[in-house]
């Protein structure tokens, strides 16, 4: 493979993970970093062994050695610095959700398509070797046609008072917190896996903590700070949890669950599907397994081997059996696919039916999906259509 310059700009919690992932392609150089400040910005670049700390992510943008630019902000930045981005030429990684709300994801999209500049989206379960075998059951019809999807995204981290994040700041985050945030990759992850696209909606969506105590320092999701460190009120009019029907077109039906208040929930999400024949199981904190559901035989436990996977699927398997791959390994191979793509100097819009990674449109999909959410929750939970 040719070697990739990159740059990656945001680097909290999710941003050193994008650079590990590339890294271990062999082939892309990480080669500067920009946050919110020039400061934070030669540290991490000195923590991540970055070579070139900017001021700020015009600086970086500006580079014309930078052919692929990562971006690990807050959700509210994703839209200008993804649209310089492009206009400058280059192919734009960006995590989710893709934009705070459908507006301004359909604007992205567009506007990389006409730049014809690959685009991808890190809705990463989709490369958990046993969601891709998962998906690929379902597609030949193991378990018959998908009837019923349901699951759920749950995680504590944001259960007391004193736990805060501009997730829960709508002008960062946008209108939804736990929908938008986690819920985001559960729409997908059952799109991917059922190959149905979501159609209507029917949300209740909840705060269970209204009033928070917000640190004077911003800080990085999922760290902790101790009590003197809170010093004002936040009003948080985003929910923390939520509950949402879904009808797929095709006719399957569905349900699941969000909350970021949920004790002893780390990073779970679970997701299930029942067919007119079989059952099929995933569940994200036991990455390895598979289950399988069946009337008149017996239950399976499918645990990731290689050699019995799909031929397909196999080589999002890394390691042997028994030797465990997990949320990590995912992302890896979400940037093994995009990365692949661009190296090839292949074209968005020309090779688009070969596109083995979630893009733009795929981003913009779930961000109408959360915006029918918001839409339907106001209106006091009647069923919503999905407007794409
Ligand atoms: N794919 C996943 O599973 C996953 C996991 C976590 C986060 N995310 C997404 O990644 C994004 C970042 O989340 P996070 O948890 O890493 O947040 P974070 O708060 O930990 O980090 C945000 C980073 O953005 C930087 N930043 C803020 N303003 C900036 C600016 N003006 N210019 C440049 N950099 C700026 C901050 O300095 C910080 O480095 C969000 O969109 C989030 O939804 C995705």
């Not at 990562?70 to 960006?94: D, F, Q, S, W």
């Not at 793509?341 to 979630?358: C, K, L, Q, T, Y």
């Amino acid at each position: 493979m040719r070697k990739v310059r990159a740059g990656l700009i945001g680097a909290g919690f999710v941003g050193p993970l994008h650079v590990e992932a590339v890294r271990r392609l062999g082939y892309v150089d990480m080669v500067a970093v920009a946050t919110s400040s020039p400061e934070t910005a030669r540290k991490k670049a000195s923590a991540l062994s970055i070579d070139r700390a900017c001021a700020d992510y015009r600086e970086l943008l500006v580079d014309d050695s930078i052919e692929v630019v990562h971006v690990c902000t807050p959700n509210y930045l994703h839209y200008p610095v993804v649209m310089e981005a492009l206009e400058r030429g280059k192919h734009v990684i960006c995590d989710k959700p893709l934009a705070i709300d459908s507006p301004d994801a359909r604007e992205m999209r567009d506007r990389a398509g006409q730049l014809r500049r690959v685009n991808a989206v890190t809705f990463n379960y989709r490369f958990n070797p046993m969601v891709q075998q998962a998906r690929a059951m379902i597609a030949r019809g193991e378990i018959g046609r998908p009837r019923f999807v349901h699951g759920f995204y749950l995680q504590d981290w944001l259960l007391h008072e004193t736990d805060f994040s501009w997730r829960l700041d709508p002008e960062q985050a946008g209108a939804s917190s736990a929908a938008g945030d986690i819920g985001s990759h559960w729409i997908d992850t059952a799109q991917f896996l059922t190959g149905m696209k979501i159609s209507r909606v029917l949300a209740s969506l909840h705060t269970s903590v209204p009033i928070r105590k917000k640190p004077a320092a911003s800080r990085e999701a999922f760290q902790s700070v101790s009590g003197d460190q809170h010093k004002e009120e936040f009003l948080v009019t985003s929910d923390d949890l939520g509950s949402v029907l879904v009808e797929f077109e095709g006719g399957a039906t569905g349900v699941f669950a969000v909350g970021q208040v949920c004790p002893g929930h780390k990073n779970d999400l679970q997701i299930e599907i029942n067919g007119a024949s079989g059952s099929i199981k995933w569940i994200q904190e036991r990455p390895d397994e598979l289950w399988t559901g069946w009337r008149d035989r017996a239950n399976t436990l499918l645990v990731r081997e290689p050699s019995l996977l799909d031929e397909s699927v196999r080589r999002y398997a890394n390691l042997p059996g028994g030797h465990n791959e997990g949320w990590a390994d995912a992302f890896k191979n979400l940037m093994s696919n995009v990365y692949r793509f661009i190296s090839e100097g292949r074209d968005p819009v020309d090779d688009a039916d070969n596109i083995d990674f979630p893009t733009f449109e795929d981003g913009y999909r779930a961000c109408s999906i959360i915006d029918a959410i918001i839409r339907s929750n106001q209106d006091r939970s009647i069923w919503t259509k999905v407007e794409y």
